[in-house]
């Protein structure tokens, strides 16, 4: 019903930049809230930065200031660039977004399959 894609992932030196990009596509209606989380071998995953659909952001306080959350709501996409990466950086960065059907009520979370970030020291 609904995918999103990513791209963007990669494995780079510290201090190095990325730029992640998802796409979701399939019988959208709407899009609320979209943004990205990541997942570190042997940890929980985490918010990384969540924008709305008026703009409003929200990032987890170890990329402030480094990472930038920005979408284009035309093309359903959701971009997050990532610039002074650190290792502890590393993870599997999985797309959200908060998607209503058509021809259905109500919203509800969708993910994408995640892309692996490596960053090394």
């Known amino acids: 019903q609904v995918q999103l894609v990513e791209s963007g992932g990669g494995s780079v030196q510290a201090g190095g930049s990325l730029r992640l990009s998802c796409v979701a596509s399939?019988?959208?209606?709407?899009?609320?809230?979209m943004g990205w989380y990541r997942q570190a071998p042997g940890k929980q995953r985490e918010k990384v930065a969540i924008?709305?659909?008026?703009?409003?952001?929200n990032y987890v306080d170890s990329v402030k200031g480094r990472s930038t959350i920005s979408r284009d709501n035309a093309k359903n996409t959701v971009y997050l660039q990532m610039n002074s990466l650190e290792p502890e950086d590393t993870a599997v960065y999985y797309c959200?977004?908060?998607?209503?059907?058509?021809?259905?009520?109500?919203?509800?979370?969708?993910w994408g399959q995640g892309t692996q970030v490596t960053v090394s020291s």
């Open positions: 959200y977004a908060d998607v209503a059907l058509i021809y259905s009520s109500g919203r509800r979370p969708y």
């Open positions: 399939g019988s959208i209606s709407y899009i609320g809230s």
């Open positions: 924008m709305s659909t008026t703009g409003s952001t």
